[in-house]
């Protein structure tokens, strides 16, 4: 079984500074890890994924997220908050397979609001 | 990606009527989802739309209530029946290509509203 926990619900950044949305995953096999972004009265926008490969991934808009398989977290950072930022995001993650056929598990979800 | 058409985009209907969503892809598609999306939360699974046959439902989920057809691999519906105001919902059609089959893509949604 999978499960993905996203800490804090709601996150506020001034424009300009880090940000940081924190994910953590359970998974007793090795998984694949997903980001996604919501903007208002949108679908979801695939950030960026890791599957196989280097651990330190780089998504869209200046976004990245790193697999840690110690930490069992794929936090997500972008270094300058932009005002366009603002939006939820939605962590997940799939098992592994070669057949594309295993379910993904979201996460809670964090609501991103940038400071002026 | 893909180019992922959901119709329509928003709907406001009345207790006790049925709203069909459609959803076509103008990709390859080996899998097609069916999700919902209620107000301040994150994503439920409905169901995985099996072409030419009945659709595999999530706990929770039943075909009554939820009738899912897929006649081809890339075009599907979501018949949301006998709606009630607890409907209301965004509901989200998402596949899997054939050239990325383990990423899933979205539509826009669907935000409908019962009264």
């Known amino acids: 079984a999978q499960s993905v926990t996203q800490l804090g619900s709601h996150v506020s950044v001034s424009e300009g500074a880090l940000v940081l949305l924190r994910c953590n995953y359970s998974s007793s096999v090795p998984p694949y890890l997903f980001w996604y972004v919501q903007y208002p009265n949108q679908g979801l926008q695939l950030l960026l994924k890791y599957t196989t490969g280097a651990t330190l991934v780089k998504g869209i808009n200046g976004f990245e997220a790193e697999f840690k398989k110690s930490e069992t977290s794929f936090h997500l950072t972008k270094p300058s908050a932009h005002m366009s930022d603002a939006a939820e995001y939605f962590c997940a993650v799939s098992p592994i397979s070669n057949f594309g056929n295993e379910k993904l598990t979201f996460g809670t979800g964090t609501r991103l609001t940038i400071i002026p | 990606s893909a180019v992922i058409s959901q119709k329509p985009s928003r709907d406001i209907c009345q207790r006790g009527t049925s709203l069909t969503i459609q959803c076509q892809v103008d990709?390859?598609?080996?899998?097609m989802f069916w999700y919902r999306q209620q107000p301040g939360q994150s994503l439920t699974l409905i169901a995985t739309?099996?072409?030419?046959?009945?659709?595999?439902?999530e706990s929770g989920f039943v075909i009554d209530k939820f009738p899912i057809s897929r006649p081809n691999l890339t075009f599907s519906t979501l018949t949301v029946s006998n709606m009630s105001p607890e409907d209301s919902s965004i509901y989200l059609c998402s596949v899997r290509l054939a050239l990325a089959k383990n990423i899933q893509y979205f539509g826009a949604g669907t935000r409908l509203s019962v009264l």
């Open positions: 990709s390859q598609v080996t899998m």
């Open positions: 739309a099996n072409q030419g046959s009945e659709a595999t439902y």
